[in-house]
T-cell receptor, first 114, second 113 residues
Framework: ETGVTQSPTHLIKTRGQQVTLRCSSQ?????VSWYQQALGQGPQFIFQ???????GRGNFPPRFSGLQFPNYSSELNVNALELDDSALYLC?????????????FGPGTRLTVT | GESVGLHLPTLSVQEGDNSIINCAYS??????FIWYKQESGKGPQFIID?????DKRQGQRVTVLLNKTVKHLSLQIAATQPGDSAVYFC????????????FGKGTLLTVNP
């Protein structure tokens, strides 16, 4: 187990609705990245937060937004849900020192949009 | 376009055999590579990493080889066990991309008893 937790584990939403997913990083980690993993594909980078600031973004529209809190936990918000948003949403945390590139993933939140 | 891709989508081996999973990358600016294992219904699990200034790194039952000349990465699993059955992803971090990881599609490894 990595110590990275995510909630909820599963979620079903209707097209057009909004959703908030949550992630608690591993103790001592100040960086959280969010990824979207469609069925049968590798994870795709959404964005990263470092010390409460967005620190890079992938090719996702502005309706995907996020927050990081002082305790380094994070939220992913998706507005105006579309059917294609159905996927496994993963967060990964990284330590601020040592190897800067190791990312430890949580179990993910399975989002289904109907 | 630039991507991290895998040569084979599936690999089936007998228990006890060695497994080799391959990965090709196209960006010569990639400076760090990670192999992840993902079991059904779980998040990717870190296996081993390697930096671009190395050509080999060993872990417990796993070895990663990096050939920068042909931009090829491989993961070798010794004495493969049924618990090794999973999807394996290689991921790269490119210079200047901060901590963004770019993943390939994955290889499904099936270990037959």
């Amino acid at each position: 187990e990595t110590g990275v937790t995510q909630s909820p584990t599963h979620l079903i939403k209707t097209r057009g609705q909004q959703v908030t997913l949550r992630c608690s990083s591993q103790s001592g980690h100040n960086t959280v990245s969010w990824y979207q993993q469609a069925l049968g594909q590798g994870p795709q980078f959404i964005f990263q937060y470092y010390r409460e600031e967005e620190n890079g973004r992938g090719n996702f529209p502005p309706r995907f937004s996020g927050l990081q809190f002082p305790n380094y936990s994070s939220e992913l918000n998706v507005n105006a849900l579309e059917l294609d948003d159905s996927a496994l949403y993963l967060c990964a945390s990284s330590p601020g020192t040592g190897s800067p590139y190791e990312q430890y993933f949580g179990p993910g939140t399975r989002l289904t949009v109907t | 376009g630039e991507s991290v891709g895998l040569h084979l989508p599936t690999l089936s081996v007998q228990e006890g055999d060695n497994s080799i999973i391959n990965c090709a990358y196209s960006n010569s600016a990639s400076d760090y590579f990670i192999w992840y294992k993902q079991e059904s219904g779980k998040g990717p699990q870190f296996i081993i990493d390697i930096r671009s200034n190395m050509d080999k790194r060993q872990g417990q039952r796993v070895t990663v080889l990096l050939n920068k000349t042909v931009k090829h990465l491989s993961l070798q699993i010794a004495a493969t066990q049924p618990g090794d059955s999973a999807v394996y992803f290689c991921a790269e971090n490119r210079v200047g991309s901060n901590y963004k990881l770019t993943f390939g599609k994955g290889t499904l490894l099936t270990v037959n008893p």
